[in-house]
Nanobody
Framework: QVQLVESGGGLVQAGGSLRLSCAVSGSIFSINTMGWYRQAPGKQRELVATITTRGSTNYADSVKGRFTISRGNAKNTVYLQMNRLKAEETDVYYC?????????WGQGNQVTVSS
């Protein structure tokens, strides 16, 4: 069993910053990729950023230069530092993990950016 527990969402003004955290518990061996997706009501879930166990990162074009994904030293945590947030980035942010050919998702964390 794998569980992903997210924290760090909340309310911030446009131009501000937030840091999301995701901790993985349970079977953490063979983790391949971790990352973050986001979803607005009525829209598809979209990639924000991912990071592999080797440290390779991938970002959505819309967040490049503003968001930074990183992993903790224990490799079972992932962070998303979000700077210069925009009102249109108000979404539910989901932690993601790919392990042993299976996708795992966190419960979702609301991020609200006020204009």
């Amino acid at each position: 069993q794998v569980q992903l527990v997210e924290s760090g969402g909340g309310l911030v003004q446009a131009g501000g910053s937030l840091r999301l955290s995701c901790a993985v518990s349970g079977s953490i061996f063979s983790i391949n990729t971790m990352g973050w997706y986001r979803q607005a009501p009525g829209k598809q879930r979209e990639l924000v950023a991912t990071i592999t166990t080797r440290g390779s990162t991938n970002y959505a074009d819309s967040v490049k230069g503003r968001f930074t994904i990183s992993r903790g030293n224990a490799k079972n945590t992932v962070y998303l530092q979000m700077n210069r947030l925009k009102a249109e980035e108000t979404d539910v942010y989901y932690c993601y993990l790919y392990r042993m050919e299976t996708d795992h998702w966190g419960q979702g964390n609301q991020v609200t950016v006020s204009s």
